[in-house]
Every structure is written in structure tokens, then in C-alpha cells.
């Protein structure tokens, strides 16, 4: 058993080899908390959620870190707006993306570090790279010297005679325009912290670089994020981390956007579409179908078609978990293992899309099974689809999604009063008014429910959208 990941820096799949036997040690870019966060925000955790799990279903003692950004210059420029303080609007926005996370059915990490509470750190990196001859000070600010770092672009395979290097405000003093801020001078009315350059803020870059040191070490295993932080923020990680002394990320994962229209979802774009919005029209578990099952390195287009689709896909897997349930009497669990073929995937890439074939074909045979009233393979199938499922965070009978703190309750209601109204039906057909169980068919049905007729009576579903 090898897992194989894509590695940016290589440009090719690579076997994992860990640092550690049996430990792996993941660094994610997590939320920078101006704003609350859309789909696109979320389904870089998403996919490192899944990285996260297969890790540890093949053994391995998972160290998962997810930093969070509370402090840059969008978030100062929305609290002078809104005339708030500025860690305000950063801690709420972290909690609407930790609220996001959860309900979307992430682990949490094993830790998360703010990038305002590592400023001790990220001194201590600022002066150790001013010692070795890798950055200077000039008004108040403290740049990277790109030139002093030969393996600067690397990563992204650019040109450094044709960088265009983005630049904030204030940032003067600069001997190339290309160098990088990792300390911003003070602003009149901004928060600063101080340095013995000055008071002044952390640059987006340097925050990283100072935590995974502190978290993960000199050198750690993966590194992820989105695509569009592969240049500037990682190619600049990079340049710290590694001019500081430290060897760093071996592999570098980056997931792909979910773009509208073509191009990325962005809140700047006004094309993005919150969380908080799309699970009042979705369920949870089906936004996780729709944003966790693609590969993680393939574009998603947001539309309401492909979210019609992942809700009628899920509610496939949903009906026969339910049906097999109702047949054996009793929760069936999941098997110890997953099958051949979902490891194979898996272990190829993060093969997500390819795992799920495995788990509708496994669905297919169990249903199969079902009809031929072959009790002991349908829930042989539903063990090995309860596996499966709970490796992608989508089993709809694990406690997230059943409704540990009320939802089975709810279920047992709506139970309830559907089978008070299919008595109803029933008695109508027995008295052979087909006229009446047909309107009350159709009326459930106008509900949400699908109701199947079977050889132990009618039984009800929630149907797709």
C-alpha cells in the first residue's frame, strides 16, 4: 500500500514517503476573515477534510494544522467602514467559517493558530533572516530580498526578471521592486504590534511560514491551499521558510476553484454564493456530495443542475442505507475494511470521483440484492457502502448527519404522522377507493416524500429535489 499525490512543486504524482513512519503533518491555508465564506472557501477544507481522513484509515497518526489570517489590510479597511474594531470583524467571520466547516462535516484540526497571536514568532523569523543577509529594513518595513534566494520561483516556474510583484500601500523603501513585505510600518489609526524596527503588522506571507514552524517544525510533510496561492503567498512561504534555515514542506498539494460563469467564485467578483445561504436550500450532506466528490485538482461549475444532481445521487445512497436497515432490523456497521477497489483510488491521488463509482456499483448489487429478497448480501453491500462512506464524510447514518442532538427525534416524528396518513391510503385501498390513495400518494409526494409499495406495505423516502 503506497499512497501517491499529486506535488506541485514536481509537477507530477509522487508516492508518499512520510518523515515519520507512520505520522504525517499537514499545513493548510485557512481563512483569511474579512468576510464571511462562500463555497469556494470551503471546499479547500473540504478536500484536505478528505486527505485528512484517508491518511488515517490507512494507519497513519494525522497532525492537521489550519492557520486562520486576523489581521490584513481588507479586514482593517472593512472595520474603519463599519467603524468596529478590527478584531471584531475578524472573529466573527472566523466563526461563520468554523460554523461552515462544521456543519459541512470537517474534522477539526489539531490546531489552529491565529496569525495575530505568533508575532513573538514572527520577529524571531525577521531576525534571523536579517542576520543571514535575506531581508532589510527601510521605513519602518521589512522586506524579503528576492535576489538573495536562488530557488525564489520554484515553485510557480516564473521568470524573475519578468515578476511583477503585488505591492500594498506604504510599502516604500523597497531596493527591487520584486521584494516581498514581511512587516508593515505603522498606519495612523491601525492596529500595530511592536519590533525592533518599529511598530507596525504582519505581512500575509510571513504568518505561515512562522506558524508551521512552530507547529509542524523545521520540516513537515504536506502543504496545501487553493491554486491561486501557489504565487504569490507559497512561492513566498517558500523563500522565508527555506532562506530562515528550515527545509519545510516535502509536498504540495492545491486544490481548484469553483468558479461561475468561468471564472473563480470570488467576493470581490460578487459572484460568490455563502454557505449560510446555500444550506437553508440544501442539506449539508449534499453540498458535501457536491463540493467533496469531484478530484480535488478539477474546476467545479457552480449550477443549480449539478446541485439537483448530487442531491438525487445522495438520496440513491440514502434509500438503500435505509432500505437495508429496515430489512435487517437493525444499524448494520460498517465493514473493517474498504473494498480493493475504492483503496486503489483512493490511494491514487485522492481518486475521489473513481471511489465513488465503486460506492454506486456496491449500491447497485445491494439493491439487487434487495429485490431478490437476498437479506445477508444487502447487508454485506451496506457494511462495505458504510465504510466507503465514512472515509468521504458522508455516511447518512453516522451521528453528524443523523441528527445526534435531536434529528433522529425529528425523523421519528415525521415518521409518525406519514404512517397516521398511509394508514390512511391503505384503508382506502382496502375498501378499493383507488381515486382517494392515489390523491394522498400524490399529495406526500408533493412533500418531498416518495412512497414505494412493497411486500411488507408502503414505505416513505425523501425524494430528490
Known amino acids: 500500500m503506497t499512497i501517491r499525490l499529486y506535488d506541485t512543486s514536481a509537477r507530477q504524482i509522487r508516492d508518499f514517503a512520510p518523515l515519520r513512519p507512520g505520522c504525517v503533518s499537514i499545513y493548510l491555508c485557512g481563512a483569511t476573515v474579512q468576510a464571511a465564506p462562500h463555497i469556494g472557501h470551503i471546499r479547500s477544507g473540504l478536500n484536505f477534510d478528505i486527505m485528512r481522513r484517508w491518511f488515517a484509515y490507512r494507519g497513519y497518526e494525522v497532525t492537521f494544522v489550519r492557520n486562520v489570517t486576523d489581521i490584513d489590510d481588507k479586514i482593517i479597511a472593512k472595520a474603519a467602514d463599519q467603524g468596529r474594531p478590527w478584531w471584531s470583524i475578524g472573529y466573527e467571520n472566523e466563526r461563520a467559517f468554523n460554523d461552515g466547516y462544521r456543519v459541512l462535516g470537517c474534522l477539526p484540526p489539531t490546531y489552529e493558530p491565529r496569525a495575530t497571536g505568533h508575532v513573538t514568532e514572527m520577529v524571531e523569523m525577521m531576525r534571523g533572516l536579517i542576520e543571514r543577509g535575506h531581508a532589510y529594513e527601510a521605513d519602518g518595513n521589512v522586506y524579503f530580498d528576492v535576489r538573495s534566494f536562488p530557488g525564489y520561483l520554484e515553485l510557480s516556474r516564473q521568470d524573475l526578471d519578468d515578476l511583477r510583484q503585488p505591492s500594498g500601500e506604504g510599502e516604500t523603501g523597497k531596493r527591487d521592486p520584486r521584494d516581498f513585505a514581511l512587516w508593515k510600518a505603522a498606519k495612523p489609526g491601525e492596529p500595530s504590534w511592536e519590533t525592533p524596527w518599529g511598530r507596525g503588522r504582519p505581512g500575509w506571507h510571513l504568518e505561515c511560514s512562522?506558524?508551521?514552524?512552530?507547529?509542524?517544525?523545521?520540516?513537515?510533510?504536506?502543504?496545501?491551499?487553493?491554486?491561486d496561492l501557489i504565487f504569490p503567498h507559497h512561492e513566498n512561504e517558500i523563500a522565508q521558510a527555506k532562506a530562515y534555515g528550515d527545509t519545510f514542506a516535502r509536498y504540495w498539494a492545491h486544490n481548484a476553484w469553483v468558479t461561475m460563469s468561468g471564472e473563480k467564485m470570488s467576493k470581490s467578483l460578487g459572484n460568490s454564493v455563502l454557505v449560510s445561504e446555500m444550506v437553508k436550500q440544501w442539506r449539508p450532506v449534499v453540498l458535501r456530495y457536491y463540493l467533496g466528490t469531484p478530484h480535488y485538482r478539477s474546476m467545479i461549475e457552480y449550477s443549480e443542475e449539478a446541485l439537483r444532481e448530487a442531491d438525487a445521487a445522495y438520496a440513491r445512497?440514502?434509500?438503500?442505507?435505509?432500505?437495508?436497515?429496515?430489512?435487517?432490523?437493525r444499524v448494520v456497521d460498517p465493514a473493517a475494511e474498504v473494498p480493493p477497489a475504492f483503496a486503489e483510488a483512493m490511494d491514487d491521488d485522492m481518486g475521489v470521483p473513481q471511489a465513488l463509482a465503486v460506492i454506486h456499483n456496491t449500491v447497485r448489487q445491494g439493491n439487487s440484492a434487495l429485490a431478490a429478497d437476498d437479506k445477508d448480501t444487502a447487508v454485506a453491500r451496506l457494511s462495505e457502502v458504510r465504510a466507503m462512506l465514512g472515509v468521504l464524510g458522508l455516511d447518512p447514518l453516522d451521528p453528524h448527519w443523523a441528527g445526534e442532538s435531536g434529528g433522529q427525534d425529528l425523523h421519528g416524528v415525521v415518521d409518525s404522522l406519514v404512517r397516521m396518513v398511509l394508514d390512511q391510503r391503505e384503508a382506502a385501498r382496502a375498501r378499493k377507493d383507488w381515486a382517494t390513495a392515489d390523491a394522498i400518494r400524490d399529495q406526500l409526494g408533493q412533500s418531498g416524500l416518495v412512497i414505494e409499495d412493497g411486500p411488507d406495505g408502503p414505505r416513505w423516502t425523501l425524494g430528490a429535489r
Not at 506558524?211 to 502543504?223: N, R, S, V, W
Open 210 to 227: 512562522a506558524m508551521a514552524h512552530k507547529y509542524l517544525g523545521e520540516a513537515f510533510d504536506i502543504h496545501g491551499g487553493g491554486l
Open 317 to 329: 445512497i440514502e434509500g438503500f442505507v435505509q432500505r437495508v436497515v429496515e430489512k435487517a432490523g
